[in-house]
């Protein structure tokens, strides 16, 4: 997610140097010397974020924050001025202007009060980018349920949605909708603003299940990767990992999903140091387990 942020100062030294220091740090950014132009610039572009002289020719800052906060009172502005007082900071900030900084200031001080403003801006994007892929995977608000039945398993899984650790087990014949159900789960969870990683267990030849799970460091094996491969348990970090076909579990691969209920913790294949696992795991089947775990085939402790 790049980010834009506006800068409107008529000093040439400093606009050039924000505009150059800030495109490094690897923001997009637009300049404007006037408040004219920076008012017809935030129109026509939009920024996440402004910087913006309290002293300029023309219209003053003053009036380009009443301006833009008219238009959009999301948008963080930082005022920079020459000329700092109380007063002057307080007035700024009930107008409501982000922060304040007086002149002459160091970059590292204007980056981290940009890092704090744009958090909020972030955490708004995801949540939009959220509500309109929930709304492409599920238009009509949810599943529709038409029995009994699946009205039930549709409020099981809206409670169970409600908490971000609980291990759930979605048990139902081929091609009718585990997947889809896990996916609601955790779009209704708070683990929704991270990934949901599928991984089929029936599909991964059993000698390399292990390395798609947990991935592995480098040199683990001849053939390995030079910089080791991530696994799917980490790319799930803080979202929820989704074991399809869990049936299939290799024996060795049951005992270190097991560690990682239990333990939340893991080791990628060749790797020493010890990972958390901060993630929810969803499981579907459509096996009948009890029958696989009376057969040898799946342990009954997981």
């Not at 979202?239 to 869990?246: A, R």
Request: glycine share 10%.
């Amino acid at each position: 997610m790049k980010f834009k942020i506006l800068v409107i100062d008529d000093e040439p030294i400093l606009r050039e140097s924000l505009e150059v220091a800030l495109s490094a740090a690897g923001y997009e950014v637009m300049t404007a010397r006037t408040g004219e132009e920076g008012l017809e610039l935030f129109g026509r572009e939009n920024p996440d974020l402004l910087l913006l002289d309290h002293w300029l020719p023309g219209i003053n800052g003053d009036e380009v924050l009443r301006q833009i906060k008219g238009k959009n009172p999301e948008v963080p502005v930082i005022i920079m001025t020459a000329q700092g007082s109380i007063e002057l900071a307080v007035n700024l900030m009930k107008m409501g202007a982000y922060d304040f900084l007086v002149k002459p200031f160091e970059l590292d001080q204007i980056e981290a009060l940009i890092q704090k403003g744009l958090e909020r801006v972030r955490l708004k994007k995801e949540v939009e980018w959220l509500r309109a892929q929930y709304q492409e995977r599920f238009p009509s608000g949810g599943f529709i349920g038409v029995s009994q039945k699946m009205k039930e398993v549709l409020g099981l899984a809206e409670k169970l949605a409600r908490s971000s650790d609980t291990t759930v087990l979605i048990e139902g014949e081929t091609g009718t909708g585990k997947e889809l159900l896990a996916e609601y789960i955790h779009f209704l969870s708070p683990r929704c603003s991270c990934p949901f990683i599928p991984i089929n267990c029936g599909a991964i030849p059993k000698d390399l299940f292990e390395t798609e799970l947990f991935g592995y460091e480098k040199g683990a094996f001849t053939g390995a990767a030079e910089k080791g491969k991530m696994g799917k348990v980490e790319a799930a970090e803080k979202g929820t990992l989704f074991l399809d076909e869990v049936g299939e579990l290799p024996p060795p691969a049951q005992v270190k999903v097991l560690r990682v209920l239990e333990e939340k913790e893991y080791f990628k294949v060749g790797g020493v140091e010890k990972k958390k696992a901060d993630v929810r795991i969803i499981a579907a089947t459509n096996k009948h387990l009890e029958g696989e775990v009376n057969k040898g085939n799946f342990r009954d402790i997981l």
